[in-house]
């Protein structure tokens, strides 16, 4: 008998060596195959009636002693925007909310089907870390630079060529995509020892940094208003600059690496999570890809903080304000007076006066929010509008072009992109906001005006 029969007999992975050495001596001693098979059926049911037997004492003494795992029951998880989330999405959330170290969830306003955990899902874990619960883009993040040069400029045809160049010179898009020359940070002298993946990726990602992917990633310029003083400037209308995008390809090889370990690791009754699978926050690997990840957080953060840099020196213009902020992450939280392993993949952090940032589409707002800190949601909120069709079908729905140049008689320039992105993929971000104003209140708003995505066909990274 092979692994894959005695399985389908009952017996336990880990009690399979024996049990195979207790056919060999079964057969041995004269029995034939069906007989053997019978007796292991027997065994298997009443284990303590055969501890004696001649052939299967050993395998029998095994199954008492192999420990019963309790039988739970999916935890509970609150939903915000009921009315636009799929069937598939709680499906993938309540199968999250099987894992034995589950402790809280929710599920975001702008939540769609993903790998293992749905994007806009929280999950809460005691002692634990899910590498496909935080993404495979670690750290895809938010930042927003407020800069100094009057929303004017924006109307201004000359302006308007140099706010272009800045963006198709201040970083690079595309699958894979480098930087000849190398960009400069202080993220580079960190440590990137703590894992084999980010020591042997060391060099790809300098050669990437600054750069922009593809998918759903983009850089932009705006016009942010405040109706009230926040980010350290005065009510009123200013040119911003926003981006989207993470640890590019090393943060993807972090996320691959480890869950292939976790789901190597898993016990035979915990297969089935597939994806889903844990590291132990203890075991020599979940230390290696919680620090992975932390330092793949840095980098995302520092990447940003690169296309800012260039693309405001090519602008030549000073940056005034700003907010930043992950949404692909697993964080050490307080929740319940105990601490927990708070992932939240496609959500963003918004813990009590915690500032964020939410975007719509290329042709919908982005909004500056404040967390209201509500335990229900574990503290977060949507990281976008979410979307409401698959690329294949919005590459089968829309065509790029026709979309580019309705958006250009709304005042909407969009210098690249691919029809797997115009705004009818995405849900009504004003709606998808509505549905979580218990979590977070609005602080500004950010209206684009000229956008630039990956628009060569690389396969999407987000």
């Not at 001596?25 to 029995?31: F, P």
């Not at 027997?42 to 795992?69: C, G, I, M, R, W």
């Not at 809280?104 to 769609?112: I, N, Q, R, S, V």
Request: glycine share 10%; with cysteine.
């Amino acid at each position: 008998m092979n692994r894959k029969q005695l399985a389908k007999l009952g017996v336990p992975e880990a009690a399979m060596p024996l049990a195979i050495l207790a056919i060999g001596k079964a057969v041995h001693g004269g029995h034939r195959g069906k007989d053997v098979r019978k007796l292991l059926e027997a065994v298997v049911q009443n284990p303590q009636e055969h501890l004696s037997d001649e052939y299967f004492a050993d395998f029998a003494k095994s199954l008492t002693e192999t420990p019963v795992e309790e039988v739970r029951d999916p935890i509970q998880y609150r939903t915000w925007g009921s009315e636009f989330i799929e069937p598939l999405s709680h499906i993938q959330m309540r199968e999250a909310c099987s894992i034995p170290s589950a402790v809280g969830a929710a599920l975001m306003p702008d939540a769609h089907p993903g790998y293992g955990l749905p994007i806009g899902g929280v999950l809460a874990l005691e002692g634990a870390v899910c590498p496909y619960a935080v993404g495979v883009d670690i750290a895809c993040r938010m930042k927003l630079s407020v800069l100094e040069i009057s929303p004017d400029r924006l109307h201004d045809q000359r302006s308007v060529l140099q706010f272009r160049d800045a963006l198709e010179n201040g970083t690079v898009f595309g699958v894979g995509k480098t930087f000849k020359r190398k960009n400069e940070h202080p993220v580079m002298d960190q440590d990137w020892n703590v894992s084999r993946v980010t020591r042997e990726n060391k060099d790809r990602a300098w050669s990437q940094l600054g750069t922009s992917g593809s998918g759903n990633h983009f850089v932009e310029f705006g016009v942010l208003t405040l109706q009230e003083a926040e980010l350290g400037l005065a009510p009123g209308k200013y040119v911003a600059l926003l981006s989207h995008s993470g640890s590019r390809g090393t943060g993807a090889s972090v996320c691959s690496t480890y869950s292939s370990i976790a789901q190597k690791n898993l016990p035979a009754k915990y297969r089935d999570f597939g994806r889903l699978a844990w590291l132990e926050l203890s075991s020599q690997e979940g230390q290696e890809y919680w620090n992975a990840m932390n330092l793949m957080g840095d980098y995302a953060a520092a990447n940003h903080a690169v296309i800012h840099r260039r693309v405001s020196q090519l602008l030549g213009v000073n940056i005034i304000g700003g907010v930043e902020n992950h949404h692909n992450f697993a964080w050490k939280e307080i929740h319940g007076g105990k601490e927990v392993i708070v992932h939240r993949k496609g959500a963003t952090p918004a813990g009590a006066g915690v500032l964020g940032v939410i975007p719509g589409s290329m042709a919908t707002p982005a909004y500056v929010v404040r967390g209201k800190g509500n335990p229900e949601s574990l503290h977060s909120a949507s990281h976008g509008a979410g979307r409401v069709m698959s690329r294949t079908q919005a590459n089968a729905k829309f065509r790029f072009n026709a979309v580019k140049k309705d958006l250009e008689a709304k005042g909407i320039t969009v210098l690249s992109a691919g029809s797997d992105e115009v705004p009818g993929v995405y849900k009504d971000i004003d709606a998808v906001m509505g549905a979580q104003q218990d979590l977070v209140e609005v602080v500004a708003k950010f209206d684009p005006k000229i956008v630039k995505m990956c628009g060569d066909g690389s396969r999407a990274e987000d």
